[in-house]
């Protein structure tokens, strides 16, 4: 594209390539369209940005004067810790912040793919993004969004600042970058207080289950293990019915990856999972796994702090991971005892789909993936949840089963959307958070083919393609190597360590300020959830059984 003066296509690419280091993606670079906005050489910028009005009349972007818009927008945001800017232009507004010594954080929503290209040509914003300052979402799709919500703090509310020019010229667009922006802080809430009510179980667990992880071996020893080897990647939806028959006729030509949730309906339908990925660290869902048969030649992938009952069927057979580098991980990584990483967007089945993409399988389909409540049902038949519904059914004989979901329904936030087949299907918002999350990842450049097999639901959208699991692994070759691969994974991701149960006794002691620091920093991880007594339990506990 044709760029004007001081700004060039290598400054594009700088700051592109520091973009996608951060956040994972980068913005496409577009040209402005013409007749709807223009490029005006200007003497002391090097160039104005002008939009058309409805009326045929061309306004500057960025006002007039954009030094003097840019440093009447960030006045009222000087003491802010955390910004959001709808409309960023070519980015005065930070050049003003920057010149006064703001350290705020600052998310951008740019409505315009072709302003942000002329933004990101302007001038070098990596000390911006390379410092955690700043992040960039561009519309039309804002690509990325669902995972911004773990960069948002929320615990005081980011401070929005609009473009007036956007929004007197391009209403609906503007709307449309902030409708986005408040559902990322919707999703950045929810987190804070997913940490609120599970970080100190997610401590205290973490400890608890130290002599297995070191027992057992490190899911980064799985990067890379099943190049080029289809995966079908199980939810427990209720499709997953349908998907059962063909996934037992086909499960010898791919690697299944089950959610814990679908382990029992699998098992019912003659399917044994190569992998179960467990992440949910609630005592409720251990019961998915714990006490089940037929699991001998199964591995669990499961995260540090799941309730220890989820470890017990897979002893000798277990990876496990960490979601991030939250407490107690940093301790544990400079005693040579850490994990790898698996990603995660408040379900398992994010964190499963992480798992293909990192064995490097492809191609990689989805089953029993609806992420809707198709046929008004919550769950497919045999997990725990199903077994609920029917005992309530059988206690409430004079119930139909349409007054039992009216009543499920009745106190919950539900919605209705067109599923893939254009037939409207209830969901519910954190359904579709995961699915936003699933076809961002999607959507990014790739080799890996993706296809959803559910055959309902609502996995539809950039970069998956629809089909089945007899289109996909029809023509697959037999794999009978797989689970001997988990196997020698397994020996070889055993690593030493320097964690002993005499340290633990020490640590628990908190008799040195490094120790008792080390315990109130861990006790701040928890929000104040947890007492230094209840961590202390919990390293005792350890050091008992290692």
């Known amino acids: 594209m044709s760029l004007p003066g001081a700004f060039t296509e290598a400054m594009i690419q700088h700051n592109c390539e520091a973009l996608r280091r951060a956040q994972g993606s980068c913005p496409p670079v577009a040209a402005l369209q013409p007749g709807t906005a223009r490029a005006v050489p200007d003497a002391a910028l090097g160039i104005r940005l002008e939009l ?153 667990q973490t400890l608890a289950n130290l002599p297995v992880m070191l027992r057992e071996s490190n899911a980064a020893q799985l990067d890379g293990l099943f190049a080029g080897v289809p995966a079908v990647v199980v939810g427990a939806g209720p499709s997953l019915d349908e998907n059962v028959r063909a996934l037992a006729q086909w499960q010898d030509r791919a690697v299944i990856i089950a959610a814990d949730t679908t382990l029992r309906p699998l098992l019912a339908g003659g399917v044994r999972p190569h992998i179960v990925v467990g992440v949910d660290p609630a005592e409720l869902n251990a019961r998915h796994v714990a006490g089940v048969n037929g699991v001998d030649d199964s591995w669990l992938v499961g995260e540090g702090s799941l309730h220890p009952a989820a470890f017990v069927g897979f002893a000798g057979r277990t990876f496990t991971f960490k979601v991030s580098r939250h407490e107690p991980w940093p301790w544990l990584e400079a005693h040579g005892a850490g994990r790898g990483t698996l990603r995660a967007w408040g379900s398992v089945i994010t964190s499963a789909f992480d798992l293909a993409l990192r064995l490097g399988c492809s191609p990689i389909a989805f089953a029993g993936l609806d992420l809707a409540y198709t046929g008004e049902r919550p769950y497919c038949s045999h997990t725990l949840y199903d077994t609920t519904w029917r005992d309530v059914l059988m206690a409430c004989n004079n119930w139909t089963f349409e007054e039992l979901v009216a009543d499920y329904f009745a106190n919950r936030t539900t919605s209705w959307e067109p599923d893939l087949h254009g037939t409207p299907v209830r969901t519910a918002p954190p359904l579709l958070s995961f699915r936003n999350w699933l076809l961002d990842q999607m959507a990014q450049p790739s080799a890996v083919r993706f296809v959803n097999a559910t055959g309902g639901g609502l996995l539809y959208g950039p970069g998956v393609e629809q089909g089945s699991l007899d289109d996909v692994l029809g023509g697959a070759p037999v794999r009978d190597d797989l689970r001997s691969r988990l196997r020698e994974a397994h020996a070889a991701g055993r690593t030493t360590h320097a964690v002993s149960a005499t340290g633990l006794e020490t640590l628990a002691a908190g008799d040195t300020p490094d120790e008792a620091a080390l315990l109130a920093r861990w006790r701040a991880f928890t929000l104040e959830t947890v007492e230094t007594t209840d961590i202390v339990a919990a390293l005792h506990a350890a050091a008992s059984r290692l």
């Open 52 to 204: 058309r009005t409805r009326d045929d009349r061309w306004v500057p972007l960025d006002g007039a004067d954009p030094m003097a818009a840019a440093a009447s927008r960030v006045a009222p945001l000087l003491d802010q810790p955390q910004i959001i800017l709808v409309g960023l232009g070519l980015g005065y507004a930070l050049d003003r912040l920057e010149a006064l010594g703001s350290q705020a954080k600052v998310l951008v929503f740019e409505p315009d793919p072709a302003v942000a290209t002329l933004c990101l040509a302007r001038r070098d914003w990596r000390s911006w993004i390379e410092s955690g300052r700043l992040r960039l979402l561009v519309g039309p799709d804002y690509a990325g969004a669902t995972s911004m919500a773990r960069w948002v703090d929320v615990a005081t509310p980011p401070a929005f600042s609009v473009s007036e020019t956007l929004a007197a010229q391009r209403p609906k667009s503007t709307q449309g970058a902030r409708t986005v922006a408040e559902r990322v802080i919707g999703d950045a809430e929810s987190n804070l207080d997913a940490r609120r009510r599970f970080a100190g179980r997610y401590l205290l």
